[in-house]
């Protein structure tokens, strides 16, 4: 496995990937299987597989967690090279990010909605620092976790609206065994907390269940799935950042009549760490 640390580096490793196809996997480290099963996905199909590693700044806001975020890169060079990764990218925060840097991507009003809402500025970093590796790189395919679905569609939207020429897929979210999304942030959460979390997932799915049993006909019955699930979360002692019913074509709230897919997101903070997660709802509207 090849190791970069600067453009420089990447640029001579580069050339002796083509004329095969190459796969980026974009990542922040503390790598965990999660972002193992997009490298095992990258490598599926076909092609050779590059990691980049990069806790991005742009994409914190002052009060978030960019000091303490984890950071472990020797583990995560072995942990890429057991999972057989073709080259990990580590660039410099001041090489990736000068100093003097104006120009940013603007994610569009979606960017301003659910995560965004909480966290201004944030897909505006995102997407910056991602079209910028996908410069860097010129993947033919990049892979995100559906875990972060917001992220995946503004990505996905970015490569559509500014004629990108790469391929860009969502991987299904990799669960703990009892539901908890893997998340670098996982390890924020106490022994409490941890037994808890397992909670958020549960609840999501028994939400999905009932929708699925009985899709809502009315906006009463769609705001009472809401406020029965913000409720059950609190009481559990989760503090809800929101929840939303998204229609995945236009990552807007859905509206009635509803749509057959609808994506169930949301973002809760047990104690100070904040947790987001999602599920496809699939209704079969022929029965209504
Ligand atoms: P991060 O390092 O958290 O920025 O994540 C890097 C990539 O891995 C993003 O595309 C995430 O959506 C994806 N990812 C993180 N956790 C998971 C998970 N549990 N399952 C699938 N993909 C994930």
């Known amino acids: 496995m090849r190791i970069a640390r600067s453009f420089a580096e990447l640029r001579s490793f580069l050339p002796a990937f083509r004329p095969h196809p190459l796969c980026l996997v974009p990542t922040m480290g503390a790598l965990h299987e999660g972002h193992g099963a997009l490298v095992d996905r990258g490598r599926s199909e076909g092609g050779f597989v590059a990691v980049s590693i990069f806790v991005n700044p742009l994409q914190?806001?002052?009060?978030?967690?960019?000091?303490?975020?984890?950071?472990?890169?020797?583990?995560?060079?072995?942990?890429?090279?057991?999972?057989?990764?073709?080259?990990?990218?580590?660039?410099?925060?001041?090489?990736?990010?000068?100093?003097?840097?104006?120009?940013?991507?603007?994610?569009?009003?979606?960017g301003a909605l659910y995560c965004g809402a909480s966290r201004p500025g944030h897909f505006e970093g995102v997407l910056t620092i991602v079209l910028k590796l996908?410069?860097?790189?010129?993947?033919?395919?990049?892979?995100?976790?559906?875990?972060?679905r917001q992220q995946l569609f503004l990505i996905q939207k970015m490569?559509?609206?500014?004629?990108?020429?790469?391929?860009?897929?969502?991987?299904?979210?990799?669960?703990?065994?009892?539901?908890?999304?893997?998340?670098?942030?996982?390890?924020?959460?106490?022994t409490e907390e941890r037994r808890r979390a397992t909670l958020f997932p549960h609840h999501l799915t028994t939400t999905k269940r009932r929708w699925e049993e009985t899709p809502?006909?009315?906006?009463?019955?769609?705001?009472?799935?809401?406020?029965?699930?913000?409720g059950k979360l609190s009481r559990e002692g989760f503090v809800v950042d929101y929840v939303a019913f998204v229609d995945?074509?236009?990552?807007?709230?859905?509206?009635?009549?509803?749509?057959?897919?609808?994506?169930?997101?949301?973002?809760?903070?047990?104690?100070?760490?904040?947790?987001?997660?999602?599920?496809?709802?699939?209704?079969?509207?022929?029965?209504?």
């Open 216 to 230: 809502p006909l009315t906006s009463e019955e769609l705001d009472s799935l809401r406020t029965d699930l913000e």
């Open 134 to 148: 996908f410069h860097l790189f010129g993947p033919d395919l990049a892979i995100f976790g559906e875990k972060d």
């Open 60 to 110: 914190f806001g002052p009060t978030e967690d960019l000091g303490r975020y984890p950071r472990t890169p020797e583990k995560d060079i072995e942990f890429l090279e057991k999972k057989g990764a073709d080259l990990v990218f580590l660039p410099s925060p001041e090489e990736i990010v000068p100093r003097d840097a104006t120009i940013t991507v603007n994610p569009g009003p979606v």
């Open 248 to 288: 995945p074509d236009t990552f807007r709230e859905a509206t009635l009549p509803l749509p057959r897919r609808v994506i169930l997101l949301a973002a809760v903070f047990l104690g100070k760490t904040r947790l987001i997660d999602n599920v496809v709802i699939e209704a079969d509207l022929s029965r209504v």
């Open 159 to 190: 490569a559509r609206d500014l004629a990108l020429p790469v391929r860009v897929i969502g991987h299904p979210t990799i669960r703990e065994s009892d539901g908890l999304a893997l998340s670098s942030r996982n390890r924020y959460l106490n």
